[in-house]
């Protein structure tokens, strides 16, 4: 499909973050996806085949502060594994086992979802080839959540609950206590 390559109607700032991030928009031309394109359609590229990605965005200035006052700063990794496994029990009315991948690439403990926790640096997305997976980024004042995962195993309307009420508790870190 070469005539769907030779012009590519995309938003500059989508064509800049495609550019930035080694995705090749010609390839949703060539899938037929309608031009033009966002910044929302290039999680189309991302995207290992066969899984689905939905993000999310909370604002850390509660959490940032509720740090801050903490006398020995948590390990972050541990501290967004635990809002994960809260909204977890609340969505789906069971403990999870979540393993935390750091990006370092040493893994901790077992079970999914995996958690990758990005905050310390640049990155702000990382998907395994397979199984669920839940990246957490720093956004400037937010925190950004992506998450992969397979609508076979888990329809998008409980992950995008599962996502909603772990954005929740990042903006008010005290609904992880109650």
């Known amino acids: 499909m070469a005539a ?9 700032k989508a064509k800049r973050l495609a550019a930035g ?11 037929g996806h309608p031009q033009p394109y966002h910044v929302a359609d290039l999680d189309r590229l ?12 909370a604002d850390a200035t509660a959490l940032d502060a509720l740090l801050r006052q903490a006398k020995a700063g948590p390990d972050s990794a541990r ?6 496994a809260g909204a977890w029990r609340q969505v789906f009315g069971q403990d999870p086992g979540v393993a935390i991948q750091r990006p370092d690439g040493q893994p ?33 004042a937010a925190v950004s959540l992506t ?7 888990l329809p998008f309307a409980s992950a995008a609950a ?5 954005a929740a508790r990042i903006e ?3 609904r992880q206590l109650v």
């Open 108 to 140: 901790e403990g077992d079970g999914a979802p995996l958690l990758t926790d990005l905050t310390a640096g640049r990155l702000t997305g990382y998907m395994p080839a397979g199984g669920l997976a839940l990246a957490v980024a720093r956004d400037g």
């Open 147 to 153: 998450l992969a995962f397979s609508e076979t195993a």
């Open 172 to 174: 008010d870190p005290v």
């Open 162 to 166: 599962w996502l909603d009420d772990l």
């Open 21 to 31: 991030q080694g995705l090749d928009l010609g390839l949703l031309a060539e899938a």
């Open 4 to 12: 769907a390559r030779d012009r590519i109607l995309a938003s500059p």
């Open 46 to 57: 991302r995207a290992p085949r066969g899984w689905s990605v939905s993000t999310a965005r």
């Open 79 to 84: 501290l967004f594994a635990a809002f994960t």
